[in-house]
Nanobody, 122 residues
Framework: VQLQASGGGLVQAGGSLRLSCVAS????????MGWFRQAPGKDREFVSA????????KYAESVAGRFTISRDDVKNTVYLRMNSLKPEDTAVYYC????????????????WGKGTQVTVSS
């Protein structure tokens, strides 16, 4: 499985972006998907995840209410809609595929994309 993230860019604080992550390879609809980010000098952190069906979602407290994760299994794509962006959202954003239908931090993610840069100016 290969994951290709796109949609990052430079945006002013308060603006919006939508990230996309296209998965190649089979079985996309059977796995939970997630977004993570890594800011300069910081560890990679969880942003959001959703189950195989898209029926349940999770968000980091720092993005809850501003970001929305979704998936389109026909297009093998997971999205992250980011609204009301803040300078502290600046990071490289990575999409990842879980090892099963539900996201469990203890299990880790089995496949990672290369990331897309999001920069929010103040």
């Amino acid at each position: 499985v290969q994951l290709q993230a796109s949609g990052g860019g430079l945006v002013q604080a308060g603006g919006s972006l939508r990230l996309s992550c296209v998965a190649s390879g089979g079985g996309f609809s059977r796995y939970a998907m997630g977004w993570f980010r890594q800011a300069p000098g910081k560890d990679r952190e969880f942003v959001s995840a959703l189950t195989w069906s898209g029926g349940s979602t999770k968000y980091a407290e720092s993005v809850a209410g501003r970001f929305t994760i979704s998936r389109d299994d026909v297009k093998n794509t997971v999205y992250l809609r980011m609204n009301s962006l803040k300078p502290e959202d600046t990071a490289v954003y990575y999409c990842a595929q879980a090892s099963g239908p539900y996201y469990d931090p203890a299990d880790g993610m089995r496949y990672w994309g290369k990331g897309t840069q999001v920069t929010v100016s103040s």
